[in-house]
């Protein structure tokens, strides 16, 4: 073969290594096709925490009973449930007792989707709006009525909460907010959201 040819075919065959490796290295590291990315999320945390956790070991239905034998009632709430998955895990990992007397706990969210990146997640719940968003209870202003939505999904499972219910619970409680900022009142006091929609999770 001619000594020319030769050299012409090495030095494309370099090139065309050279231009192969700038697409997929970068400092050393693989870079993953943009569409090999779009299928796979690595796994996220998304963790919160509570401050000065009071640990709660039973409730009645004046309060929560904490394991020092004080009990703390809830704004807003005229009367706990006698039973409440949701309760349950709200209190599992301790109450916050806000500046104003509002009751935080923590809730498991599931996200179920084999998709969602989302690992584990544990968010900030006011137990008041909890309860009021659920219709568990009885609350000092008996006008107060859940948001509309549409599902068929189950809202507490062994996993934790449905994150699509989650979602809905997240939108209803800004426009509670929202509501309470116009009308110039507590924020932890009940307020009904006459015509106020969220949109359905599916």
């Known amino acids: 073969m001619n000594s020319r040819i030769l050299i012409g075919i090495l030095a494309a065959g370099g090139a065309l290594a050279l231009a192969l490796s700038?697409?997929?290295?970068?400092?050393g590291k693989v870079q993953e096709p943009a569409r090999l990315r779009a299928f796979y999320n690595p796994p996220i945390d998304n963790v919160e925490s509570l401050q000065n956790p009071l640990q709660v070991s039973e409730w009645n239905s004046g309060g929560l009973v904490l394991s020092t034998g004080r009990i703390v009632t809830v704004p807003g709430i005229k009367n706990l449930p006698l039973t409440s998955?949701?309760?349950?895990?709200?209190?599992?990992?301790g109450i916050e007792i806000g500046?104003?007397?509002r009751v935080i706990g923590l809730v498991r969210v599931w996200h179920w989707c084999g998709n969602d990146p989302i690992r584990k997640h544990l968010a900030r719940v006011d137990v008041a709006r909890l309860l009021m968003y659920l219709g568990e209870g009885s609350f000092a202003e008996p006008s107060i009525q859940p948001p509309s939505w549409h599902t068929t999904k189950k809202r507490?499972?062994?996993?934790?909460?449905?994150?699509?219910?989650?979602?809905?619970?997240?939108?209803?409680n800004r426009e509670l907010e929202a509501a309470l900022r116009r009308g110039g009142?507590?924020?932890?006091?009940?307020?009904n959201l006459t015509g106020a929609k969220s949109a359905p999770v599916g």
Not at 156 to 172: K, P
Not at 185 to 191: A, G, V
């Open 22 to 27: 700038t697409l997929f290295f970068s400092v």
């Open 85 to 93: 998955a949701a309760l349950i895990e709200a209190t599992s990992h």
């Open 99 to 101: 500046p104003e007397g």
């Open 156 to 172: 507490f499972t062994d996993q934790g909460w449905d994150v699509g219910d989650f979602s809905v619970f997240v939108q209803w």
């Open 185 to 191: 009142r507590p924020s932890n006091r009940p307020l």
